[in-house]
């Protein structure tokens, strides 16, 4: 299998043409020759791509990739060396955004239901014509301070941080992975009891405060672990490929 027959397939199962991106998610460089053994990471990282090339990988796939807007205008400074190493080593380079954050069931907010066990989940949070995060309901009411230790557990991030604005007893909860403090709103419009995302900012503690709502953020990093994981066994049961997840558990 090549790195553009697996791309059209991963295109495909996470419906790319569907979402409107920042990102231009899909094969962002390729390469040459067959495809055996696939490294997955959160991001493009100059240190991913030299694990990759250290496991004997042919394709790195991530969530946050080289490509972005006009990021690679040009190609020089540190977005130089990051393609120079790859086509340097071979590495063709697969990105998925906005898709993989939305996914039902390969998600990172997918993930993140299984992990803190929400129940009676719905699509939830509004953001470019999608809906890419969930809501849903604990399956027993927790205090706010179990139900950080619940994120902790099924997380697994270095560090949390908490605005404890809202109802002392928590049971229903929204969810978005990676840096959207801004569904704190949607979350306290919807009359949900608590937000839970990846990146904390003084936008997200005002609006905290002020809807009188709690929210958790477990950082960006831990929060988006989970679907480049997932894409990683989906592809070992669909095609029968090697696949190596790298992490690097940032507290970020």
């Not at 604990?138 to 697994?156: I, T």
Request: net charge negative; aromatic share 8%; with cysteine.
């Amino acid at each position: 299998m090549t790195a553009q027959e697996l791309a059209a397939a991963l295109n495909a199962e996470l419906r790319l043409s569907a979402f409107s991106d920042v990102s231009h998610n899909g094969l962002q460089i390729n390469n040459r020759g067959a495809i055996q053994h696939i490294t997955l990471a959160v991001d493009a990282s100059l240190e991913t791509l030299q694990k990759a090339a250290d496991t004997g990988a042919q394709m790195v796939i991530v969530h946050h990739g080289l490509s972005w807007g006009d990021s690679l205008a040009r190609i020089d400074g540190l977005n130089y060396k990051l393609v120079a190493f790859a086509i340097e080593h071979n590495l063709a380079l697969y990105a998925a955004h906005l898709p993989l954050d939305a996914h039902p069931t390969l998600g990172n907010n997918a993930g993140l239901v299984k992990a803190i066990g929400l129940q009676e989940v719905r699509p939830f949070l509004h953001y470019h014509g999608q809906m890419i995060g969930f809501a849903g309901r604990l399956p027993e009411p927790l205090s706010r301070d179990a139900f950080v230790e619940r994120v902790r557990a099924g997380v697994q991030p270095q560090r949390i941080e908490r605005f404890d604005f809202g109802k002392a007893i928590i049971e229903t909860v929204g969810i978005c992975s990676g840096g959207a403090p801004e569904g704190i709103d949607e979350a306290a419009r919807e009359g949900l009891d608590c937000y839970l995302c990846g990146e904390a900012n003084l936008v997200a503690y005002n609006l905290a405060k002020g809807w009188g709502i709690n929210a958790v953020f477990a950082g960006h990093y831990a929060t988006e672990r989970f679907g480049v994981k997932a894409l990683g066994q989906w592809i070992q049961a669909q095609f029968g490929l090697s696949t190596q997840f790298i992490d690097f558990d940032l507290p970020y």
